[in-house]
Nanobody, 125 residues
Framework: QVQLVESGGGLVQAGGSLSLSCAASGRTFSNYVMGWFRQAPGKERELVAAIRWNAGSTTYADSVKLRFTISKDDAKNMVNLQMTSLKPEDTAVYYC??????????????????WGQGTQVTVSS
């Protein structure tokens, strides 16, 4: 049974940093794309960053480029999202997701096969 478990959310002041982690279990995630999505109240779920497990290549939403960094730890089967220079508009529930077939990175939430339960990130002004 595949499980994605996020951790590391919380409350931070604008300009601060947070690190999110996603512990993946239940299968081998080679050939998967691992993504971080976020959803703010009243808004659609959007892709923040994604990484191809085998290739290691990454993609970021324009709104977080140069501020967020996605990485993976093969030994621990974890995917991390380091967030810096946080802004109030980064406030959302952040979800870890996994998509089979890493040959393309999709920004559509419906293309992802597995999801974590989400972790709240709140940035105060």
């Amino acid at each position: 049974q595949v499980q994605l478990v996020e951790s590391g959310g919380g409350l931070v002041q604008a300009g601060g940093s947070l690190s999110l982690s996603c512990a993946a279990s239940g299968r081998t995630f080679s050939n998967y794309v691992m993504g971080w999505f976020r959803q703010a109240p009243g808004k659609e779920r959007e892709l923040v960053a994604a990484i191809r497990w085998n290739a290691g290549s990454t993609t970021y939403a324009d709104s977080v480029k140069l501020r967020f960094t996605i990485s993976k730890d093969d030994a621990k089967n974890m995917v991390n999202l380091q967030m810096t220079s946080l802004k109030p508009e980064d406030t959302a529930v952040y979800y870890c997701a996994a998509k089979h077939r890493e040959w393309y990175i999709s920004s559509r939430a419906s293309d992802y096969d597995y999801w974590g339960q989400g972790t709240q990130v709140t940035v105060s002004s």
